[in-house]
Structure formats: structure tokens, C-alpha cells
């Protein structure tokens, strides 16, 4: 019977790809959605995935990474104190503004690591030398720094170029592979104390500081330990992240206008496979009614229309999902549009179709079981 | 030998509430036997098709008995009656009722595919009730691409083909012209003679009433006479009439 049920959808080529194309265009939007919410989201905490150390001590109103309430130097010594800390290295954060030798200025994201051990410097250097960060006005920016910085340029800037930091002098000694800002500017590394100065002097300027547990503790204990004795806000790498994610969660519009392009995709793929279905069902009554006279049971017919139903699922569903990884892996990478496809998407997505097919398939089976096989006598 | 294939016995019928009720059949008694082309015959409204489908077991009559093969189909489950049904009846309906999108093999070979057999065997059977209605070089042919009479042979195959000791049949000639319909009935008449088949036609075509063995005139939801031979039917339809 299910072959019977296939034929009989495949024949009807108008529905078929009316079907297909509603599943997919709702696995396109939901899909598309929910991948550019992980991408904005792990944008948020675009320092914390540059700079992985296992636990952040910060201010205790701060909520968030790119939150900078800045603290006194002397509580790095502070965070040292602390039973059970391997290591702890201060770290600034400050969103400045870069000036080029042609004039135009960039926002970015300074970053100043520990004067010592660099310990938080980006893992993937692309060109150039971290080490020669020991030498005077010296930073590293990425990728996307050279890219922004070269605009308008006839030759793209690279090692041994200077551009300025609040009017300072500021000369590239290695480029880095790192993840994208939320504010869209990009990373520049460099030491802590040089950061500092780069900066215009304020009281306080410790971002904050950066430690480890020695072995035998953990993370969460060590963070449990520093908050305790310190009276300072301390996080684990994930804890802290989740807390930035959700702190962009509650005080921002993002979730809601994501959310409304999820449902949206929902109503679209329910409105359109479930009309389409019921149509094509309605067409199909009277086969479906002499199968029925012809002794197909009520289960045979509902099998019949949910493997439809199903098959149709699964087809847009899987050209939904092609369309968005395509985009995603090609188009917008292009604009960068943050675009983050957890493993977790195609999952919810795959349910939310189901459910959509689920839908559709009840309209259509209703109708079918109520159906009186009479009516192919009439 | 003759035995008897369908008992209805004081059946009534109606449609609707209040002062909508329609009675369709009242305490309408009838039987049919099987190795014979019965002819269920009257005017447009008169409950033939009604009676034909509360025998089919498609449609639950108000109140009576009936039995259809010595299984009283009013005292079964619905799907016992659907399961009754794939096994013991073949259908032939006034719009041939083919699926478009398949094949004549695979329109054929649906009460086969119904009853669980696997789609090779079916499609084997199928292709040789094709062959029976002499349209065995139409096997891969849509619907769409067959003319009314090909189509209604090929229904005739589909009734036939997993066959069934009783056959029902809705008009099977009222879409067809002359020719093809004397054929259809040609056909019919000859499912009747094999295998000690009942063949049940309900129609009001009167160019067909040469083919029946017996006939059973309704009126009014009610049978007004049964004729039992084909000199009785003759000399109550004189042909050309």
C-alpha cells in the first residue's frame, strides 16, 4: 500500500513540489534562524573563545565578558592568594579607536595579555612572531584586521605596517586567526602594560584576571574558592560564557526577532503543507474511498498517507537543510553574518518538521477514516 | 450447482433527520445466487444503488438482515467487513474509479496488494486479468491514455483479480457508448460462467438486460418483481424497447 500511497503522490507533481517546497521553505527559515542566533551568540563571547583560560575573575557586578568594570591592579595579587590557584595573570579589555596612516579610523577590540607569559595569546598565528610582542608598540591583529585595515588600500597591510592607537604607535608583528567580535571590530593583542597605555588613564584599569587550578581542582571549585576569599565575581570558562549568552538573552531584542523568524518558518510550513495535503487528500477521496470499498482497513489508509506525509518531511527537510548549509558555508560567510549550525539546529528543526508533517498527515487522516466508501457508488 | 450468495431480508434505509429523512429502502427483501449475472433494475432513485452498497457492506442498513456468502455482514466489526470485502467481492463502479498516477497492471493489482500479497505477484496476476480483458498490451498504460470502455476492462480485471466468488457492479456501462458497453457486459456475463461466480449489476441500461441470467425490478425502495429467466425478462423488456 505504500507504494500505492507514493505513486499516487508522485503523480500529482503540482502538490508534490507545493509540498516539498513548504517543508522547505520552513526548514529554511527555521533553520536559517536559529543558525544565526548560535552565530550571534557565540559572537558574544568572542574573548573568552580567543582567550580560553579555565576560570574569569571579575568584578561582581560584571554579568558578562564584554562587561569592563574595571578592578585595581592590586587584585590579581589578590586572586594569587587563594588556596588552590596555579597560576593568575591580569587581562584588560577595551573597545579603542585605531587610526590609519591615510586617516581613516577602525573601532577595535584591545586586548592586553599578561607582560610575562602571554598566557590567553590566540593559538593560531598566521604570520609573523608572537614572541616579538616583547619589543617596544608592538601588537598582533587578525585576520579580519587586515582585512578592515586594507580597505581602500592598494596593497594589503601585513607585518612590519603601523597604524595608531589613541594617537600611539602601534606596529604589526604577527597576524592571528581569531574568532569575530559582536561589535564587529577587530582583535588587537597585545601586552598588558602596553595596552594600558593605549588606553586614555583611568583609576582602575584591570579588566580581569585570568587563573587556573592546580591539579586535583577543579574549575568550579577553584571558582567557588576565589569568589569566596575575594569577594569578587569568578566563573569558569563555560559558566561565564553561558552567563554572557544569557545576559545578551535578557537585554537584548535578538531572541525575539529570531524567534518571531522561527515561528514564522512554523505557521509558513504548517499553513502551507497542511492546506496542500488536505488538498491533495480531498482530490484523492474518491480513490481513497474505493481502496476502502475494496477492503483496505482504516490503518491501511492512514499507513498510506502518513508515509505521503512523511516522505514529503523528509525530502524538504533535507533540501531545506542543504540550502541553509550552502548559504551559510558559502553566501554568508561572505557578508559575514554570524552563522553557527550546532548539531542541535538540524535536530530541533527535523522535530519541528515532523511536527508540521504530523500535522498535515491528522487534517488529511481525519478525514480519510471518517470517509464512507458509499460515496463510490453515488 | 446454484447456491445462494446474497440474503437481504426486510432491510430498511434512510437518509437524513427530521423532516429531511428520506427513506430509501423499506423492508426490502432480496437474493441473489451465485453462477448466475443477476440484474438489479429500476428508475433513477429508486434504492438499487443503496441496496448494492448496503450488500457491499459499505454503507450499514437502518435494520434487517445481511448475508452475503452465509456471514451476516450487519452483526460484524467494520473491519472485519473490510477484511470480508477484500477476499469475497470484486467492484466495478460507474466511473471506473481507477488511480490516475498508476498503471493499468498497478490499478489491477490493488486487491491483491490489499489483501498483503507482494507487489511482484500481484503485478504478475494483474498483468494476466489484463490479459483476460484482452488489454495485456495496455499494461503500462495510464488511465489517462485509455479510451472509457479500456478503462472500464481494466476495472473489470481489477474486480477479477483475486478472484472473488461474487462480483458488484454500479452501472458499469452508463459512461460507455453501445459497443463498448454490449463488450463490458460481454465480459461480465463471462466472469459469471467461471467459477460458480455471482455477478450482481445494478443498472437502468436496458440495451444490457440480455445478459442476465435473472433480474429483480425495485421501486420505491422496495423489489416489485423478480424475473427468472431470460424469456421472463424478454417478455417483460422486449429488446428495442
Not at chain 1, 587578525?142 to 604607535?169: L, Q, T
Not at chain 1, 593605549?198 to 584576571?209: E, G
Not at chain 1, 541553509?324 to 535536530?347: E, H, R, S, Y
Request: charged share 20%; glycine share 8%.
Amino acid at each position: 500500500m505504500i507504494r500505492i500511497a507514493l505513486k499516487m503522490l508522485f503523480g500529482d507533481r503540482g502538490k508534490y513540489l507545493m509540498l516539498i517546497s513548504g517543508i522547505t521553505f520552513a526548514t529554511l527559515l527555521m533553520a536559517q534562524g536559529m543558525s544565526l542566533f548560535c552565530g550571534l551568540m557565540s559572537w558574544t563571547f568572542s574573548t573568552m573563545r580567543n582567550v580560553h583560560v579555565p576560570v574569569w575573575v571579575a568584578d561582581p557586578k560584571v554579568e558578562q565578558c564584554n562587561d569592563n568594570k574595571p578592578m585595581r591592579d592590586t587584585d590579581t595579587t589578590r586572586v594569587r592568594s587563594v588556596d588552590g590557584v596555579a597560576w593568575a595573570v591580569p587581562f584588560f579589555q577595551n573597545l579603542s579607536m585605531a587610526r590609519m596612516q591615510d586617516g581613516t579610523s577602525k573601532m577595535v577590540t584591545l586586548i592586553g595579555l599578561d607582560n610575562n607569559t602571554l598566557i590567553g595569546a590566540p593559538t593560531k598565528i598566521v604570520a609573523g612572531r608572537l614572541e616579538d610582542l616583547s619589543m617596544p608598540n608592538t601588537v598582533v591583529i587578525d585576520e579580519f584586521g587586515v582585512e578592515r585595515f586594507s580597505a581602500g588600500r592598494d596593497k594589503k597591510i601585513g607585518i612590519g605596517d603601523i597604524f595608531e592607537i589613541n594617537d600611539r604607535e602601534a606596529r604589526i608583528v604577527a597576524i592571528c586567526d581569531s574568532y569575530r567580535s559582536f561589535t564587529g571590530g577587530p582583535y588587537v593583542f597585545t601586552t598588558y602594560d602596553r595596552a594600558v597605555e593605549y588606553t586614555p588613564n583611568q583609576r582602575k584599569m584591570l579588566s580581569f584576571v585570568l587563573a587556573a587550578p592546580q591539579a586535583g581542582i577543579s574549575d568550579e571549585e577553584l571558582a567557588t574558592r576565589i569568589a569566596a576569599q575575594t569577594g569578587l565575581a569568578a566563573f569558569t570558562h563555560h559558566a561565564f560564557a553561558w552567563s554572557t549568552i544569557m545576559w545578551y538573552i535578557r537585554n537584548t531584542g535578538i531572541p525575539i526577532n529570531v524567534g518571531t523568524i522561527v515561528i514564522i518558518g512554523f505557521i509558513i510550513g504548517a499553513a502551507i503543507s497542511g492546506q496542500t495535503f488536505y488538498s491533495f487528500v480531498l482530490e484523492n477521496t474518491r480513490h481513497f474511498a474505493a481502496l476502502r470499498a475494496m477492503g483496505a482497513s482504516s490503518g491501511d489508509l492512514t499507513a498510506m498517507l502518513l508515509a505521503q506525509a512523511v516522505l514529503v518531511g523528509f525530502i524538504g527537510y533535507g533540501t531545506g537543510l542543504g540550502v541553509v548549509t550552502f548559504l551559510g558555508t558559502n553566501l554568508l560567510k561572505l557578508g559575514k553574518v554570524p552563522f553557527l549550525m550546532l548539531w542541535q539546529i538540524p535536530a530541533v528543526v527535523g522535530v519541528a518538521v515532523m511536527v508540521i508533517v504530523a500535522i498535515s498527515a491528522v487534517i488529511g487522516i481525519a478525514r480519510i477514516v471518517r470517509l464512507e466508501p458509499a460515496i463510490v457508488f453515488r | 450447482m446454484a447456491t445462494l450468495g446474497i440474503r437481504v431480508q426486510t432491510v430498511n434505509k434512510s437518509f437524513g433527520r427530521g423532516e429531511a429523512r428520506t427513506v430509501v429502502l423499506k423492508e426490502t427483501t432480496f437474493s441473489a445466487e451465485t453462477g448466475r449475472l443477476t440484474m438489479l433494475v429500476g428508475p433513477s432513485g429508486c434504492g438499487k444503488t443503496t441496496l448494492l452498497s448496503i450488500i457491499a457492506g459499505t454503507l450499514h442498513a437502518d435494520s434487517g438482515e445481511i448475508e452475503v456468502l452465509g456471514q451476516r455482514l450487519d452483526q460484524m466489526k467494520s473491519n472485519s467487513v473490510a477484511k470480508f470485502r477484500a477476499k469475497n467481492l470484486g467492484f466495478i463502479f460507474q466511473q471506473f474509479n481507477l488511480i490516475p498516477t498508476l498503471t493499468a497492471a498497478e490499478n489491477v493489482s490493488v486487491p491483491l496488494v490489499i489483501q498483503g500479497h507482494p507487489y511482484r505477484y500481484a503485478e504478475k496476476k494483474a498483468r494476466e486479468a489484463l490479459e483476460w480483458v484482452d488489454l495485456a498490451d495496455h499494461a503500462n498504460f495510464l488511465p489517462t491514455k485509455m479510451s472509457g470502455g479500456q478503462m472500464q476492462r481494466v476495472a473489470i480485471a481489477r474486480a477479477l483479480v483475486h478472484e472473488p466468488p461474487i462480483i458488484l457492479c454500479d452501472e458499469p456501462t452508463s459512461s460507455l457508448d453501445s459497443e463498448n458497453g454490449q463488450q463490458v457486459m460481454g465480459l461480465l456475463r463471462k466472469a459469471a460462467g467461471q467459477h460458480d461466480r455471482l455477478v450482481l449489476v445494478v443498472t437502468h441500461d436496458n440495451r444490457t438486460y440480455r445478459f442476465a441470467d435473472r433480474m429483480a425490478e425495485m421501486e420505491d425502495g422496495r423489489i416489485l418483481r423478480v424475473l427468472e429467466t431470460q424469456e421472463e425478462i424478454r417478455a417483460h423488456h422486449p429488446p428495442g424497447e
